[in-house]
């Protein structure tokens, strides 16, 4: 039978032996990741996005959209300018504008449609920036204005040519403001180191409107846009 003392002295041997293969274990681990930052410090050095080291770039877009106003047609166009943050992210400044087809009023002679445009801001994450096709999704907040107008045939009496002549005049019915976010997803093409082009579908979300003629939640809606941007990427 082991004694008390002996017990002890064998355990504190046991333990010794395993703090030294700890050290020399802590040591070769430390060595291996030494070597390894070191080995990877030029190519696989983490980088932020406002780091000296990013590239950083921006560009300049001209947009157009093409959907649907109830019975309508509606096209849109607009700009945007944004900064890009090392190829992966942009941030910026956007603004467009709206109108519909118009539907002709025969006893009144007159043509009604709805137009407006809104002014905001845009957030856009992009995937995969360095492939030749890659996406983005472009997020837009602003705040906008809506219109509804009618427009008609002024006709008066031209002495000079001593005949009738025509004025067209147009003005505003109604108009109402309102918040709205229009989600997207492009896909971009990297035709040129300075030039992408963007085919995409949005949806538009506003604030309730009151418009005569239009539902309040009336310019809710899908759209398909091209998207021409130039700069640096």
Not at 51 to 75: C, I
Request: hydrophobic content about 40%; proline content about 3%.
């Amino acid at each position: 039978m082991f004694t008390t003392g002996k017990i002890c002295q064998t355990n504190k041997h046991v333990l010794t032996l395993i703090l030294i293969k700890m050290k020399k274990l802590l040591i070769i681990i430390s060595l291996a990741i030494v070597s390894t930052s070191i080995m990877a410090q030029d190519s696989d050095e983490i980088k932020t996005l406002f780091s000296k080291d990013a590239r950083n770039g921006g560009y300049f877009g001209l947009d157009f959209g093409y959907g649907q106003l109830e019975d309508h047609n509606l096209v849109n166009t607009g700009v945007r300018a944004s900064w890009i943050l090392a190829h992966n992210l942009g941030i910026g400044l956007a603004a467009n504008g709206f109108f519909t087809d118009f539907t002709y009023n025969k006893p009144k002679e007159e043509y009604h449609n709805i137009q407006g445009g809104s002014a905001g801001f845009i957030i856009e994450p992009i995937v995969g920036a360095r492939l030749p096709v890659h996406l983005s999704v472009p997020l837009y907040f602003g705040v906008g204005g809506a219109a509804f107008t009618t427009s008609y045939k002024d006709y008066y009496s031209d002495p000079i040519n001593d005949n009738y002549d025509e004025n067209s005049v147009m003005y505003y019915d109604d108009f109402d403001m309102y918040l709205t976010f229009k989600p997207g997803v492009e896909i971009e093409l990297n035709l040129l180191r300075f030039f992408r082009l963007g085919i995409g579908g949005y949806y538009t979300f506003t604030t309730d409107i009151e418009l005569a003629g239009l539902d309040k939640d009336g310019l809710n809606g899908w759209q398909a846009g091209v998207s021409l941007k130039f700069g640096r990427f």
